[in-house]
Nanobody, 123 residues
Framework: VQLQASGGGLVQAGGSLRLSCAAS????????MGWFRQAPGKEREFVAA????????NYADSVKGRFTIYRDNAKNTIYLQMNSLNPEDTAVYFC?????????????????WGEGTLVTVSS
């Protein structure tokens, strides 16, 4: 299975972006997909995750109320709608997936990782 993230770009503070992550290959084997991000000089941190069957969602406190994760199982794709962006959201956003388990916030809980997409929020 391969994960392909897209949708990053430059946006002004207060603006919105939507990220996409498409799974190809044996996508039916995936159980959970999610997003992590890594800002310059910082550790990778959890953003949001969703279980593909039940739609159970998990969000980092820093994005609750601003970001929404949702899925389109027919397209093997998840999305991250990001609203009210601020400069602290600037980071490379990575898509991740696991083959079992819950929509955990722990990076080690994910088996597959895609290439990142850069989100830059200007003040």
């Amino acid at each position: 299975v391969q994960l392909q993230a897209s949708g990053g770009g430059l946006v002004q503070a207060g603006g919105s972006l939507r990220l996409s992550c498409a799974a190809s290959g044996r996508a039916f084997s995936l159980n959970v997909m999610g997003w992590f991000r890594q800002a310059p000089g910082k550790e990778r941190e959890f953003v949001a995750a969703i279980s593909l069957a039940a739609g159970v969602k998990n969000y980092a406190d820093s994005v609750k109320g601003r970001f929404t994760i949702y899925r389109d199982n027919a397209k093997n794709t998840i999305y991250l709608q990001m609203n009210s962006l601020n400069p602290e959201d600037t980071a490379v956003y990575f898509c991740a997936a696991n083959l079992g388990g819950r929509p955990t916030s722990i990076a080690n809980g994910y088996d597959l990782w895609g290439e990142g997409t850069l989100v830059t929020v200007s003040s």
